[in-house]
């Protein structure tokens, strides 16, 4: 938790945010993702100033259980000075100890972004779905979070201006717009209509103009002029081996010597790959999305 401290920006954990979309998708299926269409919303997570202190906090942590469908976990939430903005106890369940920072209780409408992580902990601790290390691990759940459907929370807790700081979470801003815009893409929703903080807006703008990026990259037909041009220099240069630097892309060739192109899937980054023939159309075996390449 940055508090009145220097705020990370940019894109420094992309690959990692990816390679975490990609995991979700890999452990939970396309169906099981395609039931986390409907984000949290504002009015269900909700806490005034006038709630119960431990009552609101435990009709928010209920609502993120019901959100995630875990209906036999139960989550026991208390207060401590602590540095970080929270802690879970992973343990067999059913009951899981929440604890949350100090800070929360003067701060409460930021509890529900706190709880939103500390409870996926809990749902991909029962899924067995990790990283080795405790930043990757903790880029996964930052992911998992946004892309099924409670990290707009999370972004929507960022608030900077010259005399102070605050954010929640280990991805950048800008990175949780990133993932926002991803999951927005994929269910047409509209997360910026329930941002109350203004620095959260910008970062998911942002975070959308790379998301939209990832859609426009060669062999993709929607990649602009630029791309196009430089990706028929390197057809016509193609070695095997790994992606140039810079380059999303690489060239084998397969089993009769012709060419074929890899690259990732702009929906959940699993790599596809096709053959080097003009138009074509791909489809991922991951998350089903239906691509027109021109390779």
């Known amino acids: 938790m940055a508090n009145d401290g220097p705020v990370e920006h940019g894109y420094p954990h992309l690959e990692t945010v990816r390679a975490a979309i990609t995991a979700l998708y890999k452990r939970l299926s396309y169906d099981t993702i395609q039931t986390f269409a409907t984000s949290v919303l504002p009015a269900d997570v909700a806490f005034c100033d006038t709630d119960d202190l431990y009552l609101g906090a435990q009709r928010v942590a209920h609502e993120l259980v019901r959100h995630y469908r875990l209906p036999d976990a139960r989550l026991i939430v208390s207060f401590r000075e602590m540095r ?33 992580h500390e409870v996926m902990h809990v749902y991909l601790h029962r899924l067995d779905l ?26 929507d807790a960022y608030r900077e201006d010259r005399a102070s700081s605050q954010k929640l979470g280990y991805l950048t801003p800008e990175e949780f717009g990133y993932v926002l ?115």
């Open 84 to 116: 970080h903005a929270a802690n879970v106890e992973l343990a067999a369940g059913p009951e899981y100890f929440v604890e949350l920072n100090d800070r929360f209780r003067t701060h409460r409408r930021d509890i529900g972004a706190a709880l939103a």
């Open 181 to 295: 815009a991803k999951r927005a893409l994929l269910f047409g929703e509209d997360p910026s209509v329930w941002f109350t903080s203004p620095q959260a807006y910008t970062a998911y703008v942002k975070g959308r103009e790379l998301a939209r990026r990832d859609e426009q990259q060669p062999p993709l037909t929607a990649a602009g002029w630029a791309g196009r041009r430089r990706y028929a220099h390197d057809r016509r240069h193609a070695q095997a081996g790994p992606p140039q630097a810079g380059m999303r892309y690489s060239f084998t060739p397969d089993g009769g010597g012709r060419l074929r192109v890899s690259f990732p899937c702009p929906t959940c980054h699993q790599r596809i790959r096709v053959p080097v023939r003009g138009r074509v159309r791909a489809r991922c075996a991951l998350c089903r999305s239906v691509l027109e390449c021109d390779t």
């Open 130 to 155: 990790s990283f080795p290390g405790v930043r990757d691990n903790e880029i996964l759940t930052d992911t998992a979070t946004t892309y099924l459907g409670a990290g707009w929370l999370l972004l």
